[in-house]
T-cell receptor, first 114, second 109 residues
Framework: DSGVTQTPKHLITATGQRVTLRCSPRSGDLSVYWYQQSLDQGLQFLIQYYNGEERAKGNILERFSAQQFPDLHSELNLSSLELGDSALYFC?????????????FGNGTRLTVT | EDKVVQSPLSLVVHEGDTVTLNCSYEVTNFRSLLWYKQEKKAPTFLFMLTSSGIEKKSGRLSSILDKKELSSILNITATQTGDSAIYLCAVDRDDKIIFGKGTRLHILP
């Protein structure tokens, strides 16, 4: 058990809808990362937060947004969903702002858009 | 554009065989290279290789970083069915960690 908790485990929704994925980092970790994993693209970095502030941005669509709250949990919001957004979304955490320690991953949220 | 390329994409071997997985990278501001194992769910950390630690070993698994060739290999000796997984290579470029698409390894009993 990595100590990173993601909810829900599974999510099925229709095109055009909006969903929120939730992540609680390991105790003591200040950085949270979001990744999208699809069969053909592998693990794609979306965004990183450190202690409530956005730290780095990857290939995150404008329809997606995220935030990290004072208690350090993070939410990833996906709106105007399309079929292609179906994927496994992982949250990972690490202790510091610098990427000098391994990431610890949650078990992911599997999103299916129909 | 930064990229991390793994080969082969998939590999099927028999229990007891030795396998070598490859990872090459082109990134700016390289800090470290990491290997992860992904079974059914979350990727789990295996090794981190940096300029000051270019070779790591844990049991039957070992990894080497070649900074001149911008590549790394992950070796697994005496493979077991429990080694079946996707092996992910990632490169830390200071502001983010970029993953390759992974090598899907299947061990036949």
């Amino acid at each position: 058990d990595s100590g990173v908790t993601q909810t829900p485990k599974h999510l099925i929704t229709a095109t055009g809808q909006r969903v929120t994925l939730r992540c609680s980092p390991r105790s003591g970790d200040l950085s949270v990362y979001w990744y999208q994993q699809s069969l053909d693209q592998g693990l794609q970095f979306l965004i990183q937060y450190y202690n409530g502030e956005e730290r780095a941005k990857g290939n995150i669509l404008e329809r997606f947004s995220a935030q990290q709250f004072p208690d350090l949990h993070s939410e990833l919001n996906l709106s105007s969903l399309e079929l292609g957004d179906s994927a496994l979304y992982f949250c990972a955490s690490s202790p510091t702002v610098r990427t000098d320690s391994p990431l610890h991953f949650g078990n992911g949220t599997r999103l299916t858009v129909t | 554009e930064d990229k991390v390329v793994q080969s082969p994409l998939s590999l099927v071997v028999h229990e007891g065989d030795t396998v070598t997985l490859n990872c090459s990278y082109e990134v700016t501001n390289f800090r470290s290279l990491l290997w992860y194992k992904q079974e059914k769910k979350a990727p789990t950390f295996l090794f981190m290789l940096t300029s000051s630690g270019i070779e790591k070993k844990s049991g039957r698994l070992s990894s080497i970083l070649d900074k001149k060739e911008l590549s790394s290999i992950l070796n697994i000796t005496a493979t077991q069915t429990g080694d079946s997984a996707i092996y992910l290579c990632a490169v830390d470029r200071d502001d983010k960690i970029i993953f390759g698409k992974g090598t899907r390894l299947h061990i036949l009993p």
